[in-house]
């Protein structure tokens, strides 16, 4: 088509643009006119009226504020009846969160951050049919203080993920040796009654997430997210880890038969969870290393949760009892059942190594001999 004439011109004037262009860089008034151009767009840009669209470039930049720019979805509120399917990705997500761990704020200031959050801590998008529906499941005792950090940051977090969420705060009650795993049994039972979930994340009170991309989806296998903590340096402390915040749908709950009721105390239930996704037939599945960052809050060791010396022995047997020994056999009284503003609280007595206690004996019917001094 071309001959080698008109190609060598063709090299030539490309050549040529490029030169022109490369002096031109170097010219410090060019430079300072491109700086001035580029600023003016900038302010044009921060002065468009905030709309859904907007919303799309209201991302938490690296090390940003998980809060930033989080109003503007409120303004956005819609209920409309018919409301599409919220993108496959959500325009709102950020990347990493500036997670700078305080306590100098209440409950309801978090109240007051998070106007969409509805009775019992649940969220949907204002204005697009949430893709995903995710429980997050809180096992708990006498840890307030964290759980007013987690819900600080953790509400945000999801709310630009578009997610349609719920949250429930699983509260051991009396001072009986602590049981992690029995907690989560019970989250997961109490939650199902609820909602069709199709994910339930199970999630330490003292993990706080870093980067908005680690997103809180299941995955085709049980997932174990939080894969680099602060206090491990960033690294997984080893291969087989199963513990801190983890996903699983509940397919993949029933299939491993849920978690162990007999780990009383610090330790070694998460290595049973773990075994038993194996044991099940599936497999681990986790984010990478840059994504699933968490920090952990500082914190001694707590009261009734002294290191459990059986759970050696016990995961041992895990291959053995797994079937047994899990949702199918979980034992509880759930004691009472409220809803706060920011999630939901379920107090439950989950008994002891001797099993449940007996139920307390019904309210004593009035006696006739009652009735009549009553009325009397
Ligand atoms: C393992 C424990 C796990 C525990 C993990 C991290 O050794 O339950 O350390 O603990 N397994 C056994 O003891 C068998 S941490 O340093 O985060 O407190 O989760």
């Known amino acids: 088509m071309f001959s080698f004439q008109s190609k060598k011109i063709y090299l030539f004037m490309f050549l040529g643009i490029q030169l022109v262009v490369i002096a031109l860089f170097s010219r410090e008034a060019y430079k300072k006119s491109v700086t001035y151009f580029i600023h003016i767009l900038r302010k044009d840009n921060a002065s468009i009226p905030t709309g859904r669209n907007q919303t799309s470039t209201a991302v938490v930049a690296n090390g940003g504020d998980v809060y930033a720019n989080l109003s503007r979805l409120s303004k956005a509120h819609s209920q409309g009846e018919n409301l599409t399917y919220c993108p496959k990705t959500s325009p709102l997500i950020g990347g990493r969160i500036n997670v700078r761990i305080h306590s ?5 200031e978090v109240q007051r951050k998070n106007p969409l959050v509805v009775r019992g801590g649940r969220y949907r998008p204002p204005d697009c049919e949430a893709r995903h ?16 950090v987690l819900l600080y940051f953790l509400h ?6 578009q997610l349609n969420y719920g949250f429930y705060v699983i509260h051991q009650a009396g001072n ?10 019970v989250g997961f039972r109490e939650a199902m009654k609820d909602e069709d979930w199709d994910c339930l994340f199970f999630h330490d009170v003292d993990l706080i997430p870093e980067d908005n991309r680690n997103t809180y989806v299941c995955d085709a296998n049980p997932k174990h997210v939080s894969v680099a903590i602060d206090k491990f340096g960033y690294e997984l402390p080893y291969n087989q880890v199963f513990g801190g915040v983890t996903a699983l749908s509940p397919l993949h709950y029933l299939k491993m038969n849920g978690f162990p009721n007999n780990y009383w105390g610090w330790g070694g239930e998460d290595d049973d969870i ?10 681990i ?3 990478s290393l840059k994504v699933g960052r968490y920090k952990m809050i500082k914190h001694k060791l707590d009261k009734g949760n002294n290191a459990n010396t059986k759970r050696f022995n016990l995961l041992r047997k895990t291959r053995q009892t797994w079937k047994q020994d899990g949702m199918n056999t979980v034992e509880s009284r759930v004691i009472s059942r409220e809803y706060h503003p920011l999630y939901t609280n379920i107090t439950v007595d989950v008994g002891t190594k001797a099993g449940l206690p007996p139920p307390p004996p019904p309210p004593k019917a009035a006696t006739m001999a009652d009735q009549i001094q009553h009325h009397g």
């Not at 945000?156 to 993920?161: A, D, G, I």
């Not at 009986?176 to 049994?185: D, F, P, S």
């Open 156 to 161: 945000p977090f999801l709310q630009r993920q």
């Open 285 to 287: 599945s986790r984010p």
């Open 133 to 148: 529906r995710t429980a997050i499941i809180i096992p708990h005792r006498d840890r307030e203080h964290h759980l007013k």
């Open 104 to 108: 100098n704020f209440t409950m309801q």
């Open 274 to 283: 773990g075994d038993r996704v194996s044991l099940a037939g599936m497999s």
């Open 176 to 185: 009986y040796t602590y049981n992690k795993a029995k907690l989560m049994n």
